[in-house]
């Protein structure tokens, strides 16, 4: 997503709580970050940060990491962090439970430790990254789902939203080749049984725009699981 480029945004994170200011040297202690010891929750290209601002609501009980390479984006993330916790009655100083990183997704290795023990992961609307020689940036292909698993916690899940029917397509293809089994799927989000199961789905701007657009938005949930055998002079992962 581009933003204009927002002057205020970079002294509105340095003054901000919950904004980690040097995400590098906290890699292998993000518990320490916050108040509390809970299980952590990776929300991977937060953007306009209504997403992680719904999910720290909805569940006090769990710590969000929330990342994005755009300061800007995350200046806006943190003005929206603040509304919604105000319309629910509270103040700034109530975001416990979110930190908000300025970081290349992919370097998140360099930030996030096998010691830091994620539960899940969050992948809302990437960039699809159509053409082929693109494929590769793409925040669900093989190489960064290796770098996932080793500081994903056994069994535990990666849930994966877009309205792109190729990248869903072959994400699902990525995640079977990287040892993630696929506990529930649907390609059309909003009529399928989802709350039922899940509860409360958290619209990100994209989803909200795409459905009003008509598009169908595809899910699903992706759970760490055993890597396949490799076959007699195969790669490991696709480069």
Known sequence: MRIRKKPWAEPELAACDFYIK?????????????????????????????????????????????????????????RNIVKFFQEAGKTVDDVKNIALVAWNVEQIEKIISPEDKIERIYINFCNPWPRGKHKKRRLTFPLKLMKYREFLEEGGE???????????????????EC??????????????????????????????MFSQEGIKIKYCTAVKDVLPEKKDGEKEVSE
């Open 22 to 78: 040097n995400p590098a040297e906290t890699r292998g202690n993000w518990s320490k970050v916050f108040e509390k010891q809970q299980p952590l929750h990776l929300e991977l290209g937060c953007g306009k940060g209504s997403f992680v601002a719904q999910a720290a609501l909805a569940y006090p009980h769990v710590n969000f990491i929330a990342v994005d390479i755009k300061s800007d984006m995350l200046g806006v993330g943190r």
């Open 158 to 176: 990666i849930r994966f939203k877009t309205d792109d029917d190729e990248l869903f397509e072959e994400s699902l293809e990525y995640f079977e």
């Open 179 to 208: 040892g993630f089994r696929i506990d529930y799927i649907t390609r059309d989000l909003h009529n399928s049984d989802f709350s039922k199961i899940y509860g409360e789905n958290f619209m990100t701007e994209h989803e909200r």
